[in-house]
């Protein structure tokens, strides 16, 4: 039984099951990113995260605990949170531009990184999403070899801090 505190971020979490099937995980992967910079500008400018020599991570993924919870109650991940991992490593493949890709742990990777690139944005940095990870048995970790190579940094570097946090990324000052 979900809990009434925690029916909001599950409801949420079906939406997008929903929204995928109503109209397919390109405009959900749109959509989440909208919500994302939203927020994000509600917040203001900022930098996020442990700072760690040149990097900065997150100690914990602040949407492990409701999607940990989801995958509990509706069992194994839906069809539709695989269907926008998939798009987006689709899309990513063929991007020009990959530094500018999530690294994308699971499908609210898309919306924090729009909201932690927008928030750092309105203060004058770029932001390199090198690695993430999810506390979820088969969950792989995800990397941005771009974006690690534009930071400077070797799989070694990002794993250190990787063992951290669930999440790394470099913000660089805009010019």
Request: one cysteine or more; glycine letters at 6%.
């Given at each position: 039984?979900?809990?009434?505190?925690?029916?909001?971020?599950?409801?949420?979490?079906?939406?997008?099951?929903?929204?995928?099937?109503?109209?397919?995980?390109?405009?959900?992967c749109i959509l989440l990113?909208?919500?994302?910079?939203g927020l994000a500008e509600?917040?203001?400018?900022?930098?996020?995260?442990?700072?760690?020599?040149?990097?900065?991570?997150?100690?914990?993924?602040?949407?492990?605990?409701?999607?940990?919870?989801?995958?509990?109650?509706?069992?194994?991940?839906?069809?539709?949170?695989?269907?926008?991992?998939?798009?987006?490593?689709?899309?990513?493949?063929?991007?020009?531009?990959?530094?500018?890709?999530?690294?994308?742990?699971?499908?609210?990777?898309?919306?924090?990184?729009?909201?932690?690139?927008?928030?750092?944005?309105?203060?004058?940095?770029?932001?390199?999403?090198?690695?993430?990870?999810?506390?979820?048995?088969?969950?792989?970790?995800?990397?941005?070899?771009?974006?690690m190579e534009k930071a400077?940094?070797?799989?070694?570097?990002?794993?250190?801090?990787?063992?951290?946090?669930?999440?790394?990324?470099?913000?660089?000052?805009?010019?």
């Amino acid at each position: 039984m979900i809990r009434l505190g925690s029916m909001l971020p599950q409801a949420f979490m079906v939406s997008i099951t929903e929204l995928v099937k109503m109209v397919g995980p390109e405009k959900t992967c749109i959509l989440l990113s909208r919500i994302g910079k939203g927020l994000a500008e509600t917040q203001g400018a900022g930098l996020e995260g442990v700072p760690e020599d040149d990097l900065h991570y997150l100690p914990i993924c602040p949407f492990a605990d409701e999607i940990i919870r989801f995958v509990d109650l509706f069992g194994e991940r839906p069809e539709e949170f695989q269907a926008i991992v998939k798009y987006v490593n689709e899309k990513e493949a063929m991007d020009k531009d990959k530094v500018e890709c999530p690294a994308m742990a699971s499908i609210l990777c898309l919306l924090h990184n729009a909201y932690r690139k927008k928030r750092a944005e309105m203060a004058g940095f770029e932001t390199l999403h090198l690695a993430s990870k999810l506390s979820i048995a088969g969950v792989r970790l995800a990397y941005n070899e771009e974006a690690m190579e534009k930071a400077g940094k070797t799989k070694e570097d990002v794993n250190r801090i990787l063992e951290k946090g669930a999440c790394v990324f470099k913000f660089v000052k805009m010019e």
